[in-house]
């Protein structure tokens, strides 16, 4: 008998986590290796703990699983990654598999259809969640990855404390706010959004936030 395929689980959600484990322990052919809530933390696992497979969140709180995806499969050319997100818009479903994710599926779907689509990568293929709107899955074939390719490569060229500074700033949080979560000063943090906004090309607030939605950072009403 082959040895359980090695999981690791990237998701900042301690909950869905859990129940991630709790029905993959149900199949003897996987296992679990390791769990990370952060971009940094889930890179490093995936250096360190050889996994078969790694199940990655859209949302992270130091950056976005799409730019994780990318730096990975970087390290590990070989390593398939399944996105899990709430989201379920256009523009994250391209720039995943543009980053190199091999599958993508909805939070909201049910524990068969995340086995279905770990069996799916696993054995080399891709997956995408049927239960994603269907002018979605019609649009995805068509759609010019010229846009989504140039907005993840800026967004790569920030630091990872820029990336979070972002995600924080696009969630609404103060400068001031910021400053105190992160224990720096607030003129910091008002570098690192200068620094972001001219590394983006962002104009204005309201670009801020669009930019950030694209990204999968945060969601927003078309």
């Known amino acids: 008998m082959s040895a359980p395929k090695r999981i690791l689980i990237i998701d900042d959600h301690p909950l869905y986590r ?7 322990g149900t199949r003897p052919d996987l296992c679990v290796v390791g769990e990370a809530g952060t971009c940094a933390e889930g890179l490093r696992l995936t250096q360190t703990l050889a996994p078969d497979l790694a199940i990655i969140d859209i949302s992270l709180p130091d950056g976005s699983g799409i730019e994780l995806t990318r730096e990975v499969r970087a390290a590990r050319p070989d390593l398939p990654v399944l996105i899990v997100s709430m989201h379920a818009k256009l523009d994250f479903i391209a720039a ?26 696993l ?18 074939s068509d759609i010019s990855g010229r846009k989504a390719k140039t907005v993840d490569a800026s967004y790569g060229s920030l630091s990872l404390r820029e990336q979070q500074v972002m995600r924080l700033l696009a969630e609404g949080l103060t400068p001031e706010e910021i400053a ?4 720096v000063s607030r003129k910091t943090v008002l570098n690192h959004r200068y620094a972001i ?14 930019h950030a939605a694209r990204l999968g950072l945060i969601e927003i009403d078309d």
């Open 197 to 210: 906004m001219t590394k983006l090309g962002i104009k204005s607030p309201v670009a801020f936030v669009r």
């Open 96 to 121: 995943a598999f543009q980053a190199g994710a091999s599958g993508y599926m909805s939070k909201e779907s049910g524990g068969e259809g995340i086995l279905q689509a770990i069996g799916t990568v």
């Open 123 to 140: 054995s080399g293929g891709q997956y995408l969640d049927g239960s994603l709107s269907p002018s979605v899955l019609r649009r995805l």
């Open 18 to 24: 859990d129940g991630l484990r709790a029905r993959l």
């Open 180 to 183: 105190v979560k992160l224990f």
